[in-house]
């Protein structure tokens, strides 16, 4: 149900298995607390992803650094996760990791950057917040400086022209 001060667009949905995973994986890399689950070993698939996920995007610390160094860093993330004994305790316990990781991170990878050129809140959002966006170091890839909010309010024009509005 929605009101009329709702800005926000809800689709229902069935979820897949890759959908699952993927959930799951935001409710652990977001928690500040230890989350409990029923029976570890039928979410064995997104505490694997998580492992993946968290020791990839902890990987690259500069755009300078070298293919070397990012993947001896995604190593030790992996092998020094707290995940691991997690990973461990399940495989011993009859867990079985369906999902193949590493092509479901290229595919949620893909998905965020398609969910980055598509979804107009994530440009207002940084477009609302000039300084923060203009340091933030993780958005590097989009150029120096003022360069980062003329690409979000690009976005937010090509977005709001497919939509057919012109409202920021």
Known sequence: ?????DRFIYT???????????INTLLLSQAKDIIGFNDARKIIDSV????WHQG???????????PEEVLLRLV?????SPFLDLC?????????????FLFLFEKLTANIYKD?????????????????????HVLDFLGEGDK?????????????????????
Not at 1 to 5: G, L, S
Not at 12 to 22: A, C, G, N, R, S
Not at 116 to 136: A, D, G, K, V
């Open 1 to 5: 149900m929605q009101c009329n001060e």
């Open 12 to 22: 229902p949905k069935t979820l897949t298995q890759e959908d699952t995973v993927y």
């Open 48 to 51: 694997y992803y998580f492992v």
């Open 56 to 66: 990839n995007y902890r990987s690259v610390e500069r755009l300078t650094d070298s």
């Open 76 to 80: 030790e993330k992996v092998a020094t």
């Open 88 to 100: 461990k305790y399940c495989d011993t316990h009859g867990g079985v990791n369906k999902t193949e």
């Open 116 to 136: 980055f050129n598509s979804n107009p809140y994530i440009c207002e959002y940084y477009l609302e917040r000039p300084t923060e966006t203009i340091n933030c």
């Open 148 to 168: 980062r909010l003329e690409v979000f309010k690009k976005i937010l024009d090509k977005i709001n022209e497919n939509r057919g509005t012109t409202d920021v």
